[in-house]
């Protein structure tokens, strides 16, 4: 019994070893800096303009709503 308890701390181990070493999730070029006052859009200020591309190819810009009442933008992360 005590063998086998053995081989199999033996095997189990190095497989949790090698689960450690994988690459952590996170941005492929390196940290950013945190944004600066200078950075933030002010709370009440109109947003910095901006193109995003959609799901079906367009760009969209965020100037393209100018004048509708309410624009919501949701940032979907895309994994789990």
Same mark, same amino acid.
């Given at each position: 019994?005590?063998?086998?308890?053995?081989?199999? *701390?033996l095997?189990?181990?190095? =497989?949790?070893?090698?689960?450690?070493?994988?690459?952590?999730?996170?941005?492929?070029?390196?940290?950013?800096?945190?944004?600066?006052?200078?950075?933030?859009?002010?709370?009440?200020?109109?947003?910095?303009?901006?193109?995003?591309?959609?799901?079906?190819?367009r760009?969209?810009? *965020?100037?393209?709503?100018? =004048?509708?009442?309410?624009?919501?933008?949701?940032?979907?992360?895309?994994?789990?």
């Amino acid at each position: 019994m005590r063998e086998l308890l053995i081989v199999s *701390l033996l095997l189990i181990f190095p =497989g949790l070893l090698v689960g450690q070493r994988r690459p952590a999730l996170g941005p492929v070029d390196g940290p950013t800096d945190p944004p600066t006052d200078l950075d933030r859009v002010k709370v009440g200020a109109p947003a910095p303009d901006f193109t995003l591309e959609s799901l079906d190819g367009r760009y969209i810009t *965020l100037s393209g709503f100018r =004048g509708q009442k309410n624009v919501v933008l949701v940032f979907y992360r895309g994994y789990w």
